[in-house]
C-alpha cells in the first residue's frame, strides 16, 4: 500500500522558517517525480515546487521563489520542502504528491499519489 506522509507543519510568525518532510512508503521514491502542493481556505488548491528523480530539476510557483527550497532523499525515500521568510499568505494545508511521469508538471491531476496534508500557519 502507498502512503505519503507529511510532516513539520505548525504555527509560525511571519519572518520564521518551517521545515516539511514528506516520507513515501510502498512506492521507491526514486522513480518518482515529487511535488509540492497547498490549499488555503476557500481557495483552490496551487502547486508549490516540483523536483525531478535526481535532484537536480527544481520548480517553484513565483511567489515562494527565493524562499523556499525542494529537495529529496531518496536513500531515505524522503521529500523536503525548506520554507523561510514565511508570510501569513502562505497559510495552508501542503500537501506532497508523487507523480510517476517522465516531465514535471504543475498539474496536480497528473499526480499519482498523495498524502494527508500537514497543516502550515503563519501569523502576523
Known amino acids: 500500500q502507498v502512503q505519503l506522509v507529511e510532516s513539520g507543519g505548525g504555527l509560525v510568525q511571519a519572518g520564521g522558517s518551517l521545515r516539511l518532510l514528506c516520507a513515501a512508503s510502498g512506492l521507491r521514491l526514486s522513480n518518482y517525480l515529487m511535488g509540492w502542493f497547498r490549499q488555503a481556505p476557500g481557495k483552490e488548491r496551487e502547486f508549490v515546487s516540483g523536483i525531478d528523480w535526481s535532484g537536480r530539476s527544481t520548480d517553484y510557483e513565483d511567489s515562494v521563489k527565493g524562499r523556499f527550497t525542494i529537495s529529496r532523499d531518496n536513500a531515505k525515500n524522503t521529500v523536503y520542502l525548506q520554507m523561510n521568510s514565511l508570510k501569513p499568505e502562505d497559510t495552508a494545508v501542503y500537501y506532497c504528491?508523487?507523480?510517476?511521469?517522465?516531465?514535471?508538471?504543475?498539474?496536480?491531476?497528473?499526480?499519482?499519489?498523495w498524502g494527508q496534508g500537514t497543516q502550515v500557519t503563519v501569523s502576523s
Open positions: 504528491a508523487a507523480d510517476g511521469s517522465v516531465v514535471l508538471t504543475r498539474r496536480g491531476s497528473l499526480y499519482d499519489y
